[in-house]
């Protein structure tokens, strides 16, 4: 997709022959920002793409995921990105097949681009030899990085005494991603005291799958009560248990702490967390976006969040309580939440045996003039064909619900046929209708295939 307005050149999942490789290459000249995603390119595309650095000074961010590019098309690339000309501001290198020899090359490219902001190399194995390195360039006068994403890197605790001393040097650095690599308690307690003392003002802190527990859970309040620039922490797929979410919470509650989204999904919590949680909601006026999946919260949990959620001062706009053992006795909880808080925009609450009865009691909140929610997900709800006049009559009536997941429910045809009777009245709004894996006939598929025709403003994913 090329646009002259945008100057964007944004291609995903596409085989790259010669002659059409040779025919972007001439839109490439002129974009600000060049796509390639998952194109099977390699080492020798990486030779053309300097030469579009080198001679396209209005070339700002360039992303190449999911391509076996190796170490020598980052060698290829940093021939480009090393060049005066060059004004790169963001890379994109994400599972690159890379390993720490592109380090080096990564580092020299950090040294003397200050134009670069953004370096994302995730999904490589680097190791913590490499990333050592590439903290070198990080610690040089002329690197200018805000944003640094090391997922799966296969980084171990040795790393975080390289890391500190690049927090130290770089107080430009707004954003750190540190998620899937073993480093464990004692070298994230040991990253969280260099966080406090360095001058950074860190806005991002990504530890998802670090081996943490809540021996760790200390030192990371420390850095939410110490770092008011703090407004996202991604925890989660940690085993940090209730004591843990407790220690957080003191962090959480401090009146420096200004986060914005926190993500605890996976990390075995139980509905004792929800009472210091629901601390969090009432009083955290800044908080926006909550994960919470895959936790054991139970309906007893969730009724503690929703009275939190009622409170004037909860500001919450996103909800996630996926899979989170729920069942119909808390959904009056929630529609009540619905026809209070005017905030509350996404609820994910798939994954949750709902059933109709509890679907039936959330749609009378959905229907509330208060009700604001634009996407709901009730994926996997145990919802039957018995339900489907109701969601419909909600799809029609309520026209700020933009985005509706029904996937995995035994809908059947009958309960398919009412949900596109909804799509083809005008009153409808929605945009996104997901229906994975659910079986219907021939005539329902004659049916989807008319509504694409008559509404080709909604997409129906199935």
């Known amino acids: 997709l090329f646009s002259t307005f945008k100057m964007d050149l944004d291609i995903q999942c596409e085989e790259m022959n010669p002659s059409r490789w040779a025919e972007l290459l001439s839109t490439m000249k002129s974009c600000n920002t060049i796509r390639l995603d998952d194109c099977n390119l390699s080492s020798s595309n990486c030779k053309d793409l300097s030469s579009i650095i080198h001679t396209n000074p209005s070339l700002k961010e360039l992303k190449l995921n999911n391509n076996e590019l190796g170490d ?54 680097l190791g913590t030899a490499g990333v050592k390195v590439l903290c070198q360039g ?76 809540s021996d760790s859970c200390r030192d990371i309040s420390a850095v939410l009560s110490s770092k008011p620039s703090l407004l996202d922490l991604a ?29 605890l999904w996976d990390c075995d919590l139980t509905s004792a967390s929800c009472k210091d949680l629901s601390r969090v909601f009432s009083t955290k006026e800044t908080l926006l976006e909550v994960s919470l999946i895959d936790n054991n919260l139970r309906d007893s949990g969730m009724e503690m969040l929703c009275q939190a959620l009622k409170d004037p001062k909860a500001h919450l706009q996103e909800l996630w309580v996926r899979e989170c053992g729920l069942t ?7 529609s009540s939440v619905m026809s209070v808080n005017k905030h509350l925009q996404v609820l994910h609450i798939g994954e949750n045996k709902l059933g109709n009865a509890g679907v039936e009691i959330l749609c009378e909140g959905l229907l509330h003039p208060n009700c604001n929610i634009h996407s709901l997900w009730l994926g996997n709800c145990d919802i039957t064909a018995a339900c489907c006049a109701t969601l419909a009559n909600v799809m029609v009536t309520k026209q700020n619900l933009t985005e509706l997941d029904l996937s995995y429910n035994t809908l059947e045809d009958e309960g398919v ?20 894996d659910i079986f219907w006939g021939p005539e329902v598929d004659d049916e989807l295939k008319a509504l694409e025709e008559a509404r080709p403003d909604v997409k129906i994913i199935s």
């Open 235 to 263: 925890v989660g797929d940690n085993k940090i248990g209730d004591a843990g979410l407790a220690l957080l919470c003191q962090g959480l509650l401090h009146p420096n702490c200004k986060i914005q989204k926190l993500w």
């Open 72 to 125: 020598a098309g980052i060698e290829y690339l940093s021939k480009g990105l090393l060049t005066p000309s060059c004004s790169l501001q963001k890379l994109w290198l994400q599972n690159c097949n890379l390993t720490s020899a592109s380090c080096e090359t990564l580092r020299s490219v950090l040294s003397a681009q200050p134009s670069l902001t953004e370096l994302h190399v995730g999904d490589n194995k």
């Open 138 to 213: 990080l610690m040089n006068p002329n690197c200018k990085l805000q944003k640094l994403q090391l997922e799966y890197c296969e980084l171990t605790a040795d790393i975080v005494e390289a890391l500190n001393a690049a927090l130290q040097a770089k107080p430009t650095l707004k954003e750190l991603s540190l998620s899937n690599n073993t480093l464990g308690d004692t070298a994230v307690k040991q990253l969280c005291r260099g966080l406090v003392e360095a001058s950074c003002d860190l806005e991002l802190l990504h530890l998802e799958n670090c081996g943490i527990t």
């Open 328 to 334: 119909a006795a808390c959904c009056k909880a929630v």
């Open 417 to 436: 046929m009412k949900l596109c009777e909804a799509v083809r009245n005008p009153n409808c709004k929605m945009q996104q209708l997901i229906l994975y």
